[in-house]
């Protein structure tokens, strides 16, 4: 894509309800629905709400069958009947667990945001809007049968498979959240329609403790899933270089029709919960490289949705910021100041002083894999050519 082509409005649906941020696990959950009202009101302070080609919507919450499309009829029973009662637990089930804990709006918020993610993809596949973005979803860790990793209704895997009920026949998840994308990959494991790409710190230091390289799909999908584990500390010009190193070869030659990407803001260094060591800048970066691959591969159909991210004020709203301002092709200098009202805002709900900058700084580059080689006593380029050994091959690609 050319300059000109990234900066020109692509039409975007930003899918937003005021009331997503009632999916509270309550005071000392480090999922904190602050995280998403300080992104919108970021949006809508940089102006990108009223910017050429956006339009912002809300979404009906997602209705029992269309949960079914990945959940068990058991389970959002289960979760209806803990959310009734939040004093309850429901372990078999994932709810009222440390991590998941009840709450009264467990249901109905779940679903909204599941629904705000349906509608995208159905705004994409009709060709409504070229691309959607739901910051509010990306909740990839939640199974057919259970509650994962503050996930209920997993709304990435709601969408691929709305798309699929659509007439898709080839969809590819690109994840980048800093814990593996292992909901999605279960829900298609052995669905050959499905590429799943998940880019990840390493299984051995971080939950779900899944994403080897070895995990490459089912017995009637080898190749479908693809993983790239990463050693904690891995940073800018690491990440970078393995996100590169494997996907845009991955997409050329799956083939998708649309894209879906989930960008989860915790691979950043002050995240309290991981051990990456990335910027605001490369993940404005990668944010980037998805609409570019969007239009390179899937004519311009992308669905992006939000994730994980736990540093509530300082990373998690400049990052889907910028997220929301390049799938309306309106990108955001990274040297412009927040806006003023915005950091009053912060104040008010934090006590917090907010970031002044929409960058952290820095000037992320990385060494392409490609131009400049493999080093065999690289631990990360050891890890990237095991992904690629692993999955390369079922898609008639040389490692």
């Known amino acids: 894509m050319s300059e000109a082509e990234r ?20 005071p000392g959950h480090p999922m ?37 499309l990945v959940h068990t009829g058991e389970y959002v029973e289960a979760v209806r009947r803990v959310a009734a009662d939040p004093g309850s637990t429901d372990r078999r089930h994932g ?29 994409v596949w009709s060709g409504e809007a070229r691309h ?8 990839h860790h939640a199974m057919p049968g259970r509650a ?40 298609f494991w052995d669905d050959p329609r499905v590429l799943t790409v998940s880019i990840h710190e390493h299984p051995a230091t971080l939950f779900p403790e899944t994403g080897w390289s070895t995990e490459t799909g089912g017995p009637n999908a080898p190749g479908s899933a693809a993983n790239l584990p990463l050693h904690a500390g891995t940073g800018d010009s690491g990440w970078l270089r393995a996100f590169h190193a494997l996907v845009p070869e991955l997409l050329a030659a799956f083939r998708p029709q649309v ?44 669905v992006a949705t939000g994730g994980g991210g736990y540093a509530v004020v300082d990373v998690v709203p400049r990052a889907w910021t910028h997220l929301v301002a390049t799938a309306a092709g309106q ?45 065999p006593g690289d631990r990360l380029d050891q890890a990237i050519l095991a992904a690629r050994r692993a999955v390369y091959p079922h898609h008639g690609l040389l490692p």
């Open 7 to 26: 900066d020109t409005p692509c039409g975007l649906h930003l899918y937003w309800d005021e009331a997503v941020t009632a999916y509270d696990f309550g």
């Open 148 to 187: 994962s990793g503050f996930c209920v209704y997993n709304d990435p895997a709601l969408a691929i498979a709305r798309l699929l009920e659509l007439g898709a026949e080839r969809v590819a998840y690109v994840d980048v959240d800093v814990h593996h994308g292992d909901g999605v990959q279960q829900a």
């Open 132 to 139: 959607a973005v739901n910051f509010a979803g990306g909740l």
């Open 331 to 375: 990108p955001v200098d990274p040297a412009t100041e927040t806006p003023e009202g915005w950091r009053a805002e912060v104040l008010r709900r934090t006590g917090r002083q907010a970031p002044l900058r929409m960058t952290d700084g820095a000037e992320p580059h990385w060494r392409d894999f490609h131009d400049h080689g493999y080093d």
């Open 95 to 123: 709810l009222g667990t440390e991590d998941n804990w009840a709450f009264a709006a467990q249901h109905t918020a779940s679903a909204l945001i599941a629904g705000q993610s349906v509608a995208a993809a159905e705004a």
């Open 259 to 302: 894209l879906v990407s989930q960008h989860g803001a915790d691979t950043h260094v002050e995240d309290p919960l991981a051990h990456l060591a990335v910027t605001v800048d490369a993940q404005r970066i990668i944010a980037e490289s998805m609409h570019e691959l969007a239009h390179r591969y899937a004519d311009g159909r992308w």
């Open 32 to 68: 904190d629905p602050t995280r998403l009202a300080l992104t919108m009101r970021l949006v809508e302070a940089l102006g990108l709400t009223t910017a050429p080609g956006v339009t912002v919507r809300a979404a009906p919450p997602a209705g029992d069958s269309t949960l079914g």
